[in-house]
Structures are given as structure tokens and as C-alpha cells.
């Protein structure tokens, strides 16, 4: 049996690339496992040879301790790999394929799924609808940051690459399929960014450059990214976007310099629980900021995207409020617009078909976009310390060579 080595979650600010199991068709106890889904059988899983798998901003919130994540938890939720082995009951994934496998787990078979609505599954976490691997209270499946890792419901879940040979040829671009190109499209399409509008997108992050190379793709005429990171702002204009420094002041002011109005058609959040606020409080964690900016920047009866992370639980927010995940929100403000608001996780496979295509045609470039650099596995511990800086990167972990780090 091959040996596994993956990143491991050792408290707030660490992370180790240890020795771990090496995947079995059953899940085992551990470090975050659901206890009613240990023993859990899996004869329609798949092991994947792991070819990329991506560190994402919500990795991060883990790691900094903004989570009740408990230490030696195995992350990662991007993952892109080959197929070396299946269970009994898969049959039309073959061993070689490759693959990409949506961060949410689904079963294909509860109503959710069959609605389409992949990102809150009935039937893979105990707890709560939605799962997804190497993530705390998503059922415990272990994390894809390591040579080898485990899909269940195979058959429902992978992605097949119809051309291996092109497929490898552009593989920085399609690990992003995983998750940050459908989770940045998803905020854009149920924000109604559509041909010729204009469109605020809060964070210039992986998931916000994605989002901004997405509203290109859907056709806006105007992308306006904001950040207060210089270095991610100059990556969101090297492919066309707008941008505005929040730390500078008034997002609304900046974007009424650019559009002649300080009001745009729609926003996406694409910061989460851990924003801060603008202008003189850009230095201070305000976790409603970016919610309540995208709602005084947004026209009367335009829609809000949020694929930005909020959580229930947060032990090192700001307030005892937020902890709880109560934020101070101005819901007034969004009702009296007659604003949409969209949250929750992505239903990647929902688009990640269509987005395949569009990166096997050279419509989108999204590894260009996100700055996509890739690093040996062994390295994960330094990508974390330099993406929680802020890096203009989306570092892409290669644990078994093939994108050719080792």
C-alpha cells in the first residue's frame, strides 16, 4: 500500500505535513468525524491519486483559529486528481481517469441533490445539511491535501477530463474548478451580473478574482474590485478590472469617480466574517462591514451575492454577538431597496461542467486571473504563513509531481 502524507491542522497559526492513513472505502474515527458517521461504508467511493489541491481562504479561517476546528484535522477541500482505485458499486468512473471533485460532498439522491442544490445534501453530514471534505462540522470527511484522498458517491461526484493529454496541459486552470472559479461564477450569477452591467465585487482575494474574471465571462461591462491590499489590487487590474482601495476611504465616493454614480447594479461579497471596515477603520474587524457597503452601493432592486464565508461559531471574533454569528447588518437599508441577498455554499457541479468547457476553449484563464503558484506539498505550511499575509497568490499544492515542483 502506498504511503499518505497530508496537512494537518495543529492549532491556531500551525499546520504540519504528517503521515496520515491511506484512504480506505469506510470512514474511520478521527479528528473532527461525526460519530454517526464512523463505520460509514463506502463501495461507491473512488481514491484519487491527487494531482493539485489548492489552499482556500476558508482553509484559513481554520488556521488562524476562527473556527471550533479541532486540532489534527486533515484539510482541504480543493482537490483535482487521478483515479487508482474504485469500490464495488462505481460504474462509470474508470481507474486513470482524471478528475475534479466539487468541494461539496452530495449524494445524488435526497431531494436537495436532485434540485440541484448539491451544496446542502440531506443524507452526507449528521449534523446539518452540506458537506465538505477536511472542513470542520461538515460529517468528518478527511481533507484533500495530501497524495491521497477518498470521494464518496463517486459516480454523482467526479468530473470527468475528457482529454487527459489537453486536460494536463491546462491543469492550474482547471484545479480551480473545484471550487473558487464555480463559488466566484455562483456570486456573480445570482448577484444578476449580466451583459453591460456594472457590478461591485467586495475582496480581492482568490474567490473575488475569480469572481471578477467570472463577471467578464458573463459579460459586464464594469468590474470593480475593492481591497485594501495594494499588491491584490494591481493582480484584479492586470486583466481589466476597476479598483478601489478601501482602506483610502468611502468605496462609494471611489466608484462614483469611475462609473459618474456611487451606485452599482449588483455586489458579491467575496470576504466572509472576517472583513474589516473602510477608510480611518480599515484596521479594525468589522465583521458587517463589506454586507452593509454592498448594500448602500447597490441600485434599488438589484441582488447581492455572498459566497463570502459567515459561520455560527466564531471564537475570536470581535464582539460576543459575533461569536454567535450575529452580525449588526442593516437590513433596513437592503428591505427599503428591495434588495436580493443569495448566501451559502456553491452548488459547483451546478456549473463546473459548463466552466470546463469554457477553460478547454480559452474563454476564461483563471490561473492567470487568481495568480495560481505551485508548490510541493512539503511547502503547505509556508504557503499558509504567506497567503495569511495577503499574497496576490492562489498557491496550488502538487503532492505526487505532476505539476512538476519536486
Known amino acids: 500500500m502506498a504511503g499518505n502524507r497530508g496537512v494537518v491542522y495543529q492549532g491556531a497559526g500551525r499546520v504540519e505535513v504528517q503521515d496520515i492513513a491511506y484512504p480506505e472505502f469506510e470512514l474511520k ?10 463505520g460509514r461504508k463506502v463501495p461507491h467511493g473512488a481514491i484519487l491519486k491527487v494531482v493539485a489541491t489548492n489552499i482556500c481562504g476558508s482553509d484559513q479561517h481554520m488556521v488562524r483559529g476562527r473556527t471550533t476546528a479541532p486540532e489534527g ?26 478528475v475534479s471533485v466539487p ?12 434540485e440541484r442544490r448539491t451544496e446542502i445534501c440531506l443524507n452526507v453530514n449528521p449534523d446539518r445539511p452540506g458537506s465538505a471534505y477536511g472542513y470542520v462540522d461538515m460529517g468528518g470527511w478527511v481533507g484533500g491535501q495530501a497524495n491521497y484522498a477518498l470521494v464518496p ?38 448577484a444578476g451580473v449580466g451583459v453591460g452591467s456594472s457590478v461591485y465585487i467586495a475582496g480581492a482575494g482568490p474567490v473575488g478574482l475569480a469572481a471578477a474574471a467570472s463577471a467578464h465571462l458573463l459579460g459586464a461591462a464594469v468590474v470593480i474590485v475593492g481591497d485594501m491590499k495594494e499588491d491584490r489590487l494591481a493582480q484584479a487590474r492586470s486583466f481589466g478590472c476597476e479598483t478601489v482601495n478601501v482602506a483610502e476611504g468611502d468605496p ?71 461569536r454567535e454569528g450575529s452580525l449588526s447588518i442593516r437590513l433596513g437599508l ?36 487568481v495568480n495560481a503558484v505551485a508548490i510541493p506539498l512539503e511547502e503547505a505550511p509556508e504557503g499558509y504563513r504567506s497567503f495569511d499575509e495577503s499574497a496576490a497568490s492562489k498557491y496550488v499544492l502538487d503532492p505526487n509531481g505532476y505539476l512538476g515542483t519536486g
Not at 282 to 305: D, Q, Y
Not at 336 to 352: D, E, I, L, N, W
Open 73 to 98: 484535522m486533515v484539510l482541504g477541500h480543493e482537490i483535482t486528481g487521478e483515479v487508482v482505485e474504485k469500490g464495488p458499486d462505481v460504474e462509470f468512473v474508470e481507474v486513470g481517469d482524471l
Open 153 to 190: 458517491y463517486a459516480d454523482w461526484n467526479l468530473l470527468r477530463f475528457p482529454d487527459r493529454d489537453r486536460a494536463m496541459e491546462k491543469i492550474l486552470d482547471l484545479t480551480m474548478l473545484s471550487d473558487i472559479f464555480p463559488t466566484g461564477y455562483h456570486g456573480c450569477v445570482t
Open 252 to 322: 462609494g465616493e471611489q466608484i462614483e469617480r469611475i462609473l459618474g454614480s456611487p451606485v452599482v447594479d449588483s455586489a458579491v461579497d467575496a470576504v466572509g466574517f472576517e472583513a474589516h471596515g473602510t477608510g480611518k477603520d480599515a484596521g479594525k474587524e468589522a465583521p458587517a462591514s463589506v454586507l452593509n457597503t454592498a448594500m448602500g452601493l447597490t441600485r434599488a432592486g438589484g441582488s447581492i451575492g455572498v459566497p463570502g464565508l459567515y459561520v455560527t461559531g466564531d471564537p475570536g471574533a470581535s464582539d460576543e454577538a459575533a
Open 29 to 38: 474515527d478521527g479528528p473532527g468525524v461525526n460519530p454517526a458517521n464512523v
Open 103 to 114: 468541494f461539496n460532498i452530495s449524494c445524488g439522491r435526497c431531494r436537495n441533490c436532485k
Open 334 to 369: 437592503g428591505w427599503s431597496r428591495s434588495h436580493a441577498f443569495f448566501t451559502g455554499q456553491c452548488p459547483v457541479m451546478k456549473y463546473h461542467r459548463e466552466l470546463m468547457a469554457a477553460i478547454m476553449t480559452d474563454r476564461v484563464r483563471i490561473a492567470e486571473a
